[in-house]
């Protein structure tokens, strides 16, 4: 079974432009979940999605965050436009019933110059 | 505000002795707390988990204590394998099947041959 994919793996863009960050989940999952880690802090949640719908964006940072899940399977979030202070690893991922038990991607490191 | 907290950065451990990791939260509400562990470029692996309701929970190699009245958790791994170097994430959830799951800054994790 294949397990949570995200891409790209590495990103570098200029402040003021624009980034689109991908998530496939397992094959299943309904529950996607965006983390963000910035360097030597703590995972940090952004949202959760239920199928398509927004279950929770209680964590994503300011309207420059635009998160979706067309039809229910993968995800994107978009960053427009990147400050500095976005630069981070972004995790998805994703569980079948819900709960604090997940699944994680790689990640993708995001950097802003 | 931190809510997880894990404030030894790193520790370093003979191979073949136990490791102990531990873990401080302020939130009463959490009712399930996990261990995840992360390798460099991977992300973050669920190991074991434990209800608030429990004190003990055991998996192998691996046993979460919990200290509901201290608010502290920590795991012991015993014994300490060189496998086991990484960083290990503490992490908490509250109430509710789908709720985030909250993250300690994490612990680094050095076996020693």
């Known amino acids: 079974e294949a397990g949570v994919t995200q891409f790209p793996s590495h990103s570098v863009i200029e402040k003021g432009q624009t980034v689109t960050l991908r998530c496939d989940p397992i094959s299943g999952h309904d529950n996607l979940y965006w983390y963000r880690r910035v360097m030597g802090k703590e995972i940090k949640f952004l949202l959760h999605?239920?199928?398509?719908?927004?279950?929770?964006e209680s964590g994503m940072p300011n309207n420059r965050f635009l998160a979706e899940r067309t039809g229910g399977t993968y995800s994107t979030l978009k960053v427009q436009p990147a400050e500095l202070e976005d630069s981070g690893v972004y995790f998805c991922a994703s569980s079948l019933t819900g709960g604090p038990r997940q699944y994680f991607g790689p990640g993708t490191r995001l950097t802003v110059t | 505000d931190q809510q997880v907290k894990q404030n030894s950065p790193s520790l370093s451990v003979q191979e073949g002795r136990i490791s102990i990791l531990n873990c401080d939260y302020t939130?009463?509400?959490?009712?399930?707390f996990l261990w995840y562990k992360k390798y460099p470029a991977e992300g973050p692996t669920f190991l074991i988990s434990?209800?608030?309701?429990?004190d003990k929970n055991e998996d192998g190699r691996f046993t979460v204590f919990l200290n509901k009245s201290a608010k502290h958790l920590s795991l012991h791994i015993v014994p300490s394998q060189p496998g086991d170097s990484a960083v290990y994430f503490c992490?908490?959830?509250?109430?509710?099947?789908?709720?985030?799951?909250?993250f300690g800054k994490g612990t680094r994790l050095h076996i020693l041959p």
């Open positions: 939130n009463s509400m959490f009712d399930y």
């Open positions: 992490a908490a959830s509250g109430m509710g099947r789908d709720d985030k799951i909250i």
């Open positions: 434990i209800s608030s309701i429990k």
């Open positions: 999605f239920v199928k398509e719908s927004k279950q929770d």
